[in-house]
């Protein structure tokens, strides 16, 4: 079941900027994962966040983890056409439950040169 | 890292017909494989959860005699759409699960009915 929102829904932004994209969730967690799909394609795994972890870097990617809040960030700095996609949070509930993702809504992310 | 290999990776049938989906962990034994689907501009809805040699946990609103699901392996699960209809069209993706706290995706499966 689908238990993540992202925000905002679509950003549009230049080369060189930064997009801040959020998620947020309703239940415990296990970890949050951030994933890129662009337009008709898979899933490319971004990064992995526990949730005893706080942050965490992968080159031009930051990603920020609140739990008393329920709320993930993922940053993207100096960013690029090719960035242009579809960003999507999924966490995993800290439970037994197979290890099923919930997906958020996703944010379409449009970068323009 | 782990390849998930989905096949195909598009298909068009004509309504009535059954397709069957594969998924495929290449270099990983998979205990569990997922299987999603995604409406465009949506996201993506976990269908069900296999477990190799039992049978398929599905999700509320998911009809089972409809979207019939074989994970008769470690390494294989299966997906097959039966009789399938226009409102089926949609993209499936499959996740496998092995020994760790990640699932690998497959490159997912447009299908079209016709």
């Known amino acids: 079941s689908q238990q993540g929102e992202e925000d905002p829904q679509a950003l549009s932004i230049q080369e060189g900027e930064n997009a801040t994209m959020n998620c947020s969730y309703k239940?415990?967690?296990?970890?949050l994962q951030w994933y890129r799909q662009n337009s008709g394609r898979g899933l490319v795994h971004l990064i992995l966040?526990?949730?005893?972890?706080r942050e965490k870097h992968s080159g031009r990617l930051r990603v920020t983890l609140d739990t008393s809040k329920k709320s993930s960030s993922l940053l993207i700095t100096a960013s690029r056409a090719a960035d242009t996609a579809s960003y999507f949070c999924?966490?995993?509930?800290?439970?037994?439950?197979?290890?099923?993702?919930?997906f958020g809504k996703g944010t379409s992310l449009l970068v323009t040169p | 890292g782990a390849v998930v290999s989905q096949h195909p990776s598009r298909v068009i049938c004509k309504s009535g017909t059954s397709v069957k989906i594969e998924c495929r962990s290449l270099?990983?034994?998979?205990?569990?494989m997922f299987w999603y689907r995604q409406f465009p501009k949506q996201s993506l809805m976990l269908m069900a959860t296999?477990?190799?040699?039992?049978?398929?946990?599905?999700e509320q609103g998911v009809e089972k005699d409809k979207f019939l699901i074989n994970h008769a392996s470690l390494t294989l699960s299966t997906l097959t759409v039966t009789s399938a209809h226009p409102e089926d069209s949609s993209f499936y993706i499959c996740?496998?699960?092995?020994?760790?706290?990640?699932?690998?995706f497959g490159q997912g499966t447009r299908l079209t009915v016709v």
């Open positions: 296999s477990n190799e040699g039992s049978k398929a946990t599905y």
């Open positions: 239940t415990s967690i296990n970890n």
């Open positions: 996740s496998a699960r092995g020994f760790t706290d990640r699932a690998f």
């Open positions: 270099d990983f034994q998979a205990t569990t």
């Open positions: 999924a966490t995993a509930p800290d439970s037994n439950s197979g290890y099923a993702l919930n």
């Open positions: 966040i526990r949730s005893n972890e």
